[in-house]
Structures are given as C-alpha cells and as structure tokens.
Nanobody
Framework: QVQLVESGGGLVQAGGSLRLSCAASGRTFSNSAMGWFRQAPGKERAFVAA??????????VYAHSLKGRFTISRDNAKNTVYLAMNSLKPEDTAIYYCAVGIRAVTTMDDYPYWGQGTQVTVSS
C-alpha cells in the first residue's frame, strides 16, 4: 500500500515563499515519477509539476504558467518530493496534492496514488 503525506502548507503573504514536502512509503520511491497538482476553490484539480524517476534522470515538467516560480525536486534517500514555491500570488491559493505514477506527465489518470493534500493560502 502506497502512502503519501504532504506537509509544509500554510498561510503566506503575496510575494512570499513556501516549500511543500511529500513523504512516500510502500513503493520503491526512486522507480516512481512524482507529481504535484492543486485544486482551488470551485475549480478542477490542475497539474502543477512532475519529476521523473531516477532511472530517467529526474527530468521535470511544469505547468506553463508556473514555470519559473515553482521548482520540483526529489530526495530519494528520504523518499521525499518537494515543491518550492516563490513569488506566491493569491491565485496560488489551493489544496496541493502529491501523487505517485510511472511517468512524469500532466494527466491525473496516470497517477494511481494520491496524498490527502495540504492547504496553501496566499493573502493579498
């Protein structure tokens, strides 16, 4: 059974930064692609970023609108994936979810395992 636990969310002022963490267990972490998605109030869950498994070099992909402000990374020794978020805007307010998959892609259906989410609130 794969378990994912996100942490690091909270309340931050616009222009601030946060780093989310997602600790994984129950699966060989280094063999897995990891993704971050977010769901804002009243909106559908949307892709944020993904990182491929170590065998494919840990390549990254980002939602176009977020590239440059958000950075995804992984620490295989800690079975943890991170999402560093800078220059945060009120429209970044959402529940952020991490997910485990096989490929670092943008589609939710390719990620069979999900965490419970962590709330990020950006005040203006």
């Amino acid at each position: 059974q794969v378990q994912l636990v996100e942490s690091g969310g909270g309340l931050v002022q616009a222009g601030g930064s946060l780093r989310l963490s997602c600790a994984a267990s129950g699966r060989t972490f280094s063999n897995s692609a990891m993704g971050w998605f977010r769901q804002a109030p009243g909106k559908e869950r949307a892709f944020v970023a993904a990182i491929s498994n170590s065998w494919t070099g840990g390549s990254t992909v980002y939602a176009h609108s977020l590239k440059g402000r958000f950075t995804i990374s992984r620490d295989n020794a800690k079975n943890t994936v991170y999402l560093a978020m800078n220059s945060l805007k009120p429209e970044d307010t959402a529940i952020y979810y991490c997910a485990v998959g096989i490929r670092a892609v943008t589609t939710m259906d390719d990620y069979p395992y999900w965490g419970q989410g962590t709330q990020v609130t950006v005040s203006s």
